[in-house]
C-alpha cells in the first residue's frame, strides 16, 4: 500500500471514529434528557397524587360541607401534605414549585453545606445532566428573597420556558409562580424578567446578591435597579419588610456568562 492510500486510510478511519463517538454522545444525552423528562414527569404525577388523596381523605370525614374559604384552606393542606410526602423519598427537598404557562413543574433542592449539589443530580441524589432545581445555600424560609436556580435544556425541560418571558404578550398573560413549602402554599406575582450577565464587569446590578435586605435603603436599591433591567413595565407596590420576593434563573445564550431571570413579590392568594 502506497504512503498517499495509508494516510488517507488513516484519516477516514479517523473521521469514522469520531463520528461514531459524536453520534453515541449525541443519542445518549437525548436518552438522558427524555429519561430525566419522564421522571420528572413521573414525580409531578406523584406529588399531585398524595395531594389529591390528602384531600379526598379530608372532604370524606368532613363529609363535604366545607365553605369556598375552607376548601382552599384544605386545597393548600393538601399541597403541604404531598411535600412532605415528596420529603419522605428524600430530606433535601425544600419545596414544589410551578409557573403558570409553563411546563416548570417540579420539586426544589436545597443543600447550604453542598451548594450545587443538585446542579447534575437528580431527585434520586443520581448523576443527571438536567439536574434538579435547587435553592441558593444562603436561602432559608425565612429569607426575604428565594433565589432558585435551573437548568436550560435544549429538550424544553427544567427552567428553559423561562425564556417565554422575553415575549411581551406571554409575560402580561403568565403572571403568577406557586411555592409549595411546610409552613404553606405561597403564591407570586411575576413583575420583572430580564436578561442578565454573571460577570462582574459587565453587570452592574448583582440580583444574585440579595437574599435579605438590611436596611430600607438596600431594598429601595434593589427594587430601582428592578425596575430599570426589566424588560417591560408592570405596576406593584413592594414596600421594605413587607414584599417577599423569588427569583428564578437560568442560563440564557446572549452571553457566554447569559442568565434569564424571573422575579416574583408575593400576595395574598
Known amino acids: 500500500m502506497r504512503t498517499r492510500d495509508k494516510v488517507r486510510y488513516?484519516?477516514?478511519a479517523i473521521m469514522l471514529i469520531i463520528i461514531v463517538v459524536a453520534g453515541y454522545k449525541l443519542i445518549s444525552y437525548y436518552?438522558?434528557?427524555s429519561t430525566a423528562k419522564n421522571a420528572f414527569s413521573d414525580l409531578s404525577s406523584t406529588f399531585q397524587t398524595a395531594a389529591d388523596k390528602y384531600s379526598?381523605?379530608?372532604?370524606?370525614?368532613?363529609?363535604?360541607?366545607?365553605?369556598?374559604?375552607?376548601k382552599?384552606?384544605?386545597?393548600?393542606?393538601?399541597?403541604?401534605?404531598?411535600?412532605?410526602?415528596m420529603r419522605g423519598y428524600n430530606a433535601d427537598t425544600f419545596g414544589w414549585l410551578t409557573v403558570e404557562g409553563t411546563k416548570i413543574d417540579y420539586p426544589v433542592m436545597h443543600t447550604p453545606t453542598d451548594p450545587e449539589h443538585y446542579l447534575y443530580r437528580n431527585f434520586q441524589d443520581e448523576s443527571s445532566s438536567s439536574g434538579t432545581p435547587f435553592l441558593d445555600w444562603r436561602g432559608t424560609l425565612d429569607s426575604d428573597n428565594l433565589i432558585i436556580y435551573g437548568?436550560?435544556?435544549?429538550?424544553?425541560t427544567?427552567?428553559?420556558d423561562l425564556l417565554l418571558f422575553q415575549e411581551e404578550d406571554f409575560f402580561h398573560e403568565n403572571t403568577t409562580i406557586t411555592l409549595t413549602l411546610e409552613d404553606g402554599v405561597h403564591t407570586y406575582q411575576i413583575i420583572a424578567a430580564f436578561p442578565s450577565v454573571i460577570d462582574l464587569n459587565k453587570n452592574g446590578f448583582h440580583w444574585w446578591d440579595?437574599?435579605?435586605?438590611?436596611?430600607?435603603?438596600e431594598f429601595n436599591t434593589y427594587v430601582d435597579s428592578?425596575?430599570?433591567?426589566?424588560?417591560f413595565d408592570v405596576a406593584f407596590d413592594a414596600k421594605f419588610g413587607d414584599a417577599r420576593l423569588i427569583t428564578l434563573a437560568t442560563c440564557a445564550y446572549h452571553d457566554s456568562y447569559g442568565r434569564m431571570v424571573v422575579v416574583g413579590m408575593e400576595i395574598e392568594d
Open 151 to 156: 437548568h436550560n435544556m435544549k429538550s424544553g
Open 72 to 85: 382552599k384552606q384544605q386545597l393548600q393542606e393538601s399541597m403541604v401534605a404531598a411535600l412532605t410526602y
Open 226 to 231: 428592578l425596575r430599570e433591567v426589566a424588560l
Open 31 to 33: 436518552y438522558e434528557n
Open 158 to 160: 427544567m427552567f428553559h
Open 210 to 217: 440579595y437574599i435579605n435586605f438590611a436596611t430600607e435603603e
Open 10 to 12: 488513516i484519516v477516514a
Open 56 to 70: 379526598s381523605e379530608k372532604t370524606d370525614m368532613q363529609n363535604n360541607t366545607l365553605s369556598e374559604k375552607e
